[in-house]
C-alpha cells in the first residue's frame, strides 16, 4: 500500500540524515503515521505486537541470563540457581525469561488463530502467512532448546524423547542411519548436546528476528487485513497508525503485561515443571515426561498413532499444513463474520485444540470417561484436526451461503455507530 | 443466533476445559494428598515467617543435616533471615570446611560466612552406604521439587505441606496386607508409601532455644518454613516489588485506556480522518 503521507522532516540535519539514509522514514512507514490502516481493527489486531513485545523482552533478558548461564552438564543446574540467588535481580531476570517463553507462546496462538478467524492467511497475503508458520517453527525449536538449558530432569528427559522422534528416519540411506548420535554429538544427551542446544537457543531468536522483519514487511505491501476482512478503499476505509493504533496496542500492552507479571511476580512455576528443581541423571526416569505446556497438542497427536514413524510425520504434518490453508480454504469471503457454518467449525477446532492439549499431559493409558483411555480420545481428537484441515475447510467454505458483506468499511462502520 | 453460537462455544470450551484440568493431577497415586496448612509466605502480601525459619534451621542443623546437604546455600544469605554478622560468623565458624594447606596438604579449617553448608557425606557411594542404598536428596530446591501446582488451586500439592506431610506421616505398622521391604518404613505422604529414611523427628528430639515445645507438628511446619525459603529466597522481594509493578501498571493502564478514547473520539463519531493531515 503506497502512503500518500511521507516522511519530511524540517530539521536540516535531519533532513541531510533522512536523504542519505531513510531510515526514520522506513520507520514511519512501517509504525509510524505513514502506514494507513483500515479504521476498524479490534483488539484481536493487538496481539501482532505483544509477540513483538515479548520477542524484545526474551532477547534483552535472554543475553542478560547467558552472560551468567554456564553450558555445562555439571554446572548448568547450579548456575541457573546462582542466577536465582546471587545475580542482582537475577531472579527476576529468570522468571521473566521462563514465563516469557510462554507468554510469547499465549499471544502467538491467539495471533495464529485470529489469522484462522479473519480470513488472513487469503490472497493476496499468502506469503505474509508462510512467514508467520516459519516464525511459529523458530519459536518451537527455540522453546524446545531453551527449556533442555536449565539441565533439570525434565530437560534432560524432554531432550531425550524429543531428539529420539528423529531415529524413525533412520531408515533414510546415508543421512538417515545415526541422525539422533549426530544431533546428540555423542551416543547419549549430553555435554555435548547441551552446549550445541546452548548455542543454538543463542542463535534461533536472531533468525527469528529476520524472518519477523520479512513479515513486517509482507504485511506492509497488502497492509493488514481487518474484522470485515474487505479491503481497504480509499481514505475514507483508513486512519494513520500512530497515533490511532499506537493508542490502542499501547493500552492493549499495559492489559498483557499486568497478566505477564501476575505470573512473573505470584506463581512465577505455575507453567513450569517441579522435576525442573531436580538436577538432571540419566539414571533416574521421571515417571511422566511431559514437554512445555504449548507443545501438548502436537505431543497428544504424536502418541495417538500406534506407528512411531507415521506419529512423528502427523506430528509434524499438524503444523506444516498450514502452510496449504490459502488453497484449502475456497471461501471467497475472508472473515467468518458472515460465514457462520465456518465460524461454528473453528471454535469447534479451539476447542478440540484445548483438549489435545489436556490429553498430551495424561498419561496414555489413563482411564478418562466411559471407561476409555487417553490414547483413544487423542485419537478421535486427532481425526477431527486433520478432517477440519482437509475435509471441513474445503467442502464447507466452498458450499457454505455467506451473509452478505459491507461494501465498504466506512459504510459498515458508520452504520455501526449510528445504531449505537 | 450465530452470536449465540459463539458464545456457547466459549462457555462449553471453558466448562470443558474446568472438568478437564480439575482431573489433571488426580493421578494414580499411592501418596495421600498432603493436607493445607497456612504459612504467612502464602498470598500476594506473602512474608518469610522470621521465627519458625530461624525454628527450623535448628531443626535442620540438629536433625537433617546429618544425612541431608544444603549446597546452594551460603552461612551469609542467613542474614535473610533475622541473622547479624556475628551471629553468621559464629554458625559459620562451627562447620569444618576441607581445604589445601600451603604444603599442599588436604586439611579443613572453620567456615565463613562466604562457606556453603558442607556436606554430610564425602560423596554418592558414601551417602547410599550409609542409608540402605537410598540417596538422600539435598534441600536447596527441595520444596520446588515437590510443589505440583495445578489449574484447579485444590488439586495442587504445596511443597510446604509435602514436607509436613512426609514428617508427620509415619506409621509404626503398615496397613494390613501391606508388603513392607525390609528395612523401609511405611508412610502415606510418600510416592509407593514405603521410605528408606528412618522417621526423623520425635516429641522434644531437640530443645529449640525460644522454648517452643518440640512436638513433632511443631518441628515439622518450622522445617518446612526453613525449606521454602531455601527454595525460593527471594520470594518476600519478589512479592514485594510484584506489589509496587501491579499499582503501577492499574494506574498506568487507566491512563492509557483514557488516553486512547481521547485520541479515537474523532474516529468513532465516524469523522474522515486525512493520514496526510495528522
Known sequence: MASENKFEPTNPTLKWIEDRLPLMGLIYNSIGGGYNVPRNLNYWWNFGVLAGFMMVVQIITGIILAMHYIPNIDLAFDSVQHIKRDVNYGWLLQAIHANGASMFFIVVYVHILRGFYFGSYKAPREILWFLGIIIYLIMMATGFMGYVLPWGQMSFWGAKVITNLFSVFDFIPFIGDGIVNWLWGGFSVGQPTLNRFFSLHYLLPFVLVGVVILHVWALHIPGSTNPLGIDAKGKHDKIPFHPYYTAKDAFGLGVFIIFFAAFVFYIPDFLGHPDNYVKANPLVTPTHIVPEWYYLPFYAILRAIDNKLIGVLAMFSSILIMFAMPWLDGSRVRSMRFRPLSRFFFWLFVLNGIFLGYLGQRAPDDILWFGLVATTYAQVATFFYFAYFIIIMPLVSRMETTKPVPTSIAAAVLEANKKG | ?278
Open chain 2, 1 to 278: 443466533m450465530l452470536k449465540n453460537i459463539k458464545i456457547k462455544g466459549l462457555l462449553a470450551g471453558l466448562v470443558g476445559a474446568t472438568i478437564a484440568f480439575s482431573g489433571a493431577t488426580a493421578a494414580e497415586s499411592t501418596a495421600k494428598h498432603p493436607e493445607r496448612h497456612h504459612y504467612e509466605s502464602a498470598g500476594i502480601f506473602g512474608k518469610f515467617d522470621i521465627p519458625s525459619i530461624q525454628r527450623g534451621l535448628q531443626v535442620y542443623r540438629e536433625v537433617c543435616s546429618a544425612c541431608h546437604s544444603l549446597n546452594l546455600v551460603a552461612f551469609r544469605t542467613l542474614g535473610d533471615i533475622g541473622y547479624n554478622e556475628d551471629e553468621i560468623k559464629a554458625i559459620a565458624a562451627e562447620y569444618d570446611i576441607d581445604t589445601i594447606d600451603e604444603t599442599g596438604e588436604v586439611t579443613s579449617r572453620p567456615g565463613i560466612p562466604a562457606d556453603y553448608f558442607p556436606s554430610p557425606y564425602a560423596n554418592e557411594q558414601a551417602a547410599r552406604a550409609s542409608n540402605n542404598g537410598a540417596l538422600p536428596p539435598d534441600f536447596s530446591t527441595i520444596v520446588k521439587a515437590r510443589e505440583h501446582l495445578a489449574f484447579m488451586p485444590w488439586s495442587s500439592v504445596y511443597g510446604e505441606d509435602y514436607v509436613i506431610a512426609l514428617m508427620t506421616g509415619y506409621h509404626d505398622e503398615p496397613p494390613a496386607g501391606f508388603d513392607l521391604l525390609d528395612g523401609l518404613f511405611y508412610n502415606d505422604a510418600f510416592e509407593g508409601n514405603q521410605i528408606a529414611m528412618t522417621p526423623p523427628l520425635s516429641d522434644g528430639i531437640i530443645e529449640y532455644a525460644d522454648g517452643t515445645e518440640t512436638t513433632v507438628e511443631q518441628m515439622s511446619y518450622d522445617v518446612a518454613n526453613f525449606l521454602a525459603w531455601v527454595s525460593d529466597p527471594t520470594m518476600q522481594q519478589r512479592k514485594e516489588m510484584g506489589l509496587k509493578v501491579m499499582l503501577f501498571m492499574f494506574v498506568f493502564v487507566v491512563m492509557l485506556y483514557f488516553t486512547n478514547k481521547r485520541v479515537w473520539k474523532k474516529v468513532k463519531k465516524g469523522e474522515d480522518i486525512d493520514p496526510s493531515e495528522v
